[in-house]
Every structure is written in structure tokens, then in C-alpha cells.
């Protein structure tokens, strides 16, 4: 019921921004306009979102007769976890990016789907991005997932909207329309990425805790994360870049950190992340090596 509740508050808060922005733009009937738009959005992503998302990046599904060994390996590997977990196997994707990142998506562990780029398997070794995979099946199993396609969708959308405010009121109304305008423009985007925020950071902490339970490994994560910061820090991810409100499904936060984007991460700082993790492993008694106890500092820490 948390998770529901949850998932409610956050859709009715972006759906009534949705309705503010129509009434700042278009008066009553704006208003009236945008909340439609939204209710008829809310339900189209709850069936579509994982499908727009997977083809936003151009995910391609893992061929389990693919003669890429690496592939194979990784499409075990997440099998093999979703049963150690108890949950349905989900789809399975590979998105040719050189930046190391992974997410998931799906409306329930039904219709699940993981995705991994092509840069975090050349990059991490199997037991890492076994890993990053646990954290992303414990995202479908803790039903994040519909929050983070469904939130990804609609806060896109009121990026977008944003974006032609000046064509909808500036260009009619003179000096104060154009004022107007300029404010829906840039506090509309400013004010989804809050309410993308407010749970996004609990959010991966859990996944983080509940990823390292199912791999049996806190260590494998760790050690990716430190691994994955570094590489997204310094490989710029065109897709992220060109669709920021999909960057908080992702493993760690996608964008380059040029301009605000940085003000507004719906991510925890990479090292609480790595720290919480070796904790774990250390009340397990496993042995810490330095290398893992620390995450290179990129633009988010």
C-alpha cells in the first residue's frame, strides 16, 4: 500500500502541474486542457511508458542465440537472479551507449524489463554487473518502476510544454505575456525535477540495500557503483542529455552535469551509497578491500 500510495502522490502532483501551467498559459480553459492531456497521459504511460522509454534509448532485446558471449553470460546472469529472488524473469536489453549505466522498467514484475548499455558490460566485470542488475530487479520487485517510467514520461512532457511557453502566451500579450512565459519556461522544468526528487533518493538506497540481499554480494554493487560514477562523469550519454527527466531511472545519474542539472540529481551521492554497502558487507565479515571504499569525484559525488 506504501508503494501505491506513493506512486498516487507522485502522479497527481505532476498531473496537477500539468494543470497549472494550462491555467498560467491558457486562463481556465488551459487549465481544463492540461488536466485532460494529463488524465489521458497518466493512463497511456501506465500501459506504454516501459515501451517508450525502451525505444527512447533504442534497447534492443538480448537474443539468448546471440553469438556474443558476453551477452549470454549477462541474460544468465539476470535469470539467474530473478529466481534466486523468487520473481518472474524479466525482458531482457542491451542499449548500444559507451557510458556504463543500467535501468529498469515495467508497470509490476509481470512486465518487467531490464536494460544494461554496452559500456557498463565492457567496462564492469560479471560479478559487478550482476551487481547492478540485483539493484535493478530490486526496483521491479519494490514496484519502482512504474513511479520511474510513468514520473519520466509526464515530467519529459512538462519539460516540453515548457519549452513552447513563449509561443503560447509571449508572442500575444506583450511585455508581462512574454515575462509570464519566461517563468513557466524555467521554473515548470525546475519544479518537476523536485517532484521527481522526493522520494528518488529513498528510492535507490532501498534498491541498493535489497539489489546486494538478492545477489548475496553488497561488495559486487559497491564496487560497480565507484566503477559506473567515474565512467558516466567522463562519457556523455547524447540520449540523457537530450531526454534529462528519464535520467532518474538510471543506476547512477546519466547527465553530464553541464548547466542545473546538477542542482537537482535524483540520485544519493555515489559515496553514501558505496558506504552503506561495505557496512553491509562488513556485518556479513567479509573482507573490504580500499579500492572498493571509495568512488572517484565526479559532478555528483
Known amino acids: 500500500m506504501n508503494a501505491v500510495f506513493r506512486t498516487g502522490m507522485l502522479i497527481a502532483a505532476l498531473t496537477a502541474l500539468f494543470g497549472v501551467i494550462g491555467l498560467l498559459l491558457g486562463g481556465p480553459r488551459g487549465m481544463v486542457i492540461a488536466l485532460g492531456f494529463a488524465t489521458v497521459m497518466n493512463v497511456f504511460s501506465y500501459w506504454n511508458a516501459d515501451k517508450i522509454v525502451l525505444k527512447m534509448y533504442n534497447a534492443r532485446q538480448v537474443d539468448f542465440d546471440t553469438d556474443d558471449p558476453r551477452l549470454r553470460r549477462y541474460a544468465a546472469g539476470v535469470i539467474g537472479l530473478a529466481d534466486r529472488a523468487g520473481m518472474p524473469p524479466p525482458k531482457i536489453y542491451v542499449i548500444d551507449n559507451a557510458q556504463p549505466n543500467a535501468f529498469a522498467t515495467g508497470r509490476n514484475p509481470e512486465n518487467a524489463a ?6 557498463l558490460l565492457t567496462m564492469l566485470s560479471e560479478e559487478e554487473v550482476m551487481g547492478v542488475m540485483a539493484h535493478e530487479l530490486a526496483h521491479v520487485r519494490n514496484r519502482d518502476t512504474l513511479t520511474m ?7 519529459g512532457a512538462i519539460t516540453a510544454i515548457a519549452n513552447f511557453a513563449m509561443f503560447f502566451r509571449g508572442n500575444r500579450e506583450g511585455a508581462g505575456g512574454m515575462i509570464q512565459a519566461l517563468a513557466v519556461m524555467i ?3 525546475i519544479a518537476a525535477s523536485l517532484v521527481q526528487m522526493a522520494i528518488s533518493r529513498t528510492r535507490e538506497y532501498e534498491a541498493d540495500r535489497i539489489g546486494a540481499e538478492i545477489c548475496g ?15 558516466a562523469a567522463q562519457i556523455v550519454n547524447p540520449t540523457a542529455e537530450r531526454y534529462p527527466a ?12 553541464r548547466g542545473a542539472d546538477n542542482l537537482f540529481s535524483t540520485h544519493p551521492g555515489t559515496q553514501n551509497r558505496i558506504d552503506r554497502l561495505v557496512a553491509m558487507a562488513e556485518e556479513q565479515g567479509q573482507q573490504v578491500a580500499p579500492s572498493t571504499t571509495s568512488a572517484p569525484r565526479g559532478p555528483w559525488g
Not at 531490464?114 to 559500456?119: Q, R
Not at 554480494?217 to 565512467?231: D, Y
Open 114 to 119: 531490464v536494460a544494461a548499455t554496452t559500456g
Open 149 to 155: 517510467t510513468v514520473t519520466a514520461t509526464i515530467a
Open 187 to 189: 521554473l515548470a522544468p
Open 217 to 231: 554480494q553488497p561488495l559486487w554493487l559497491a564496487s560497480a557503483l565507484a566503477k559506473i560514477s567515474n565512467g
Open 246 to 257: 528519464s535520467g532518474q531511472m538510471m543506476i547512477i545519474n546519466p547527465l553530464s552535469g
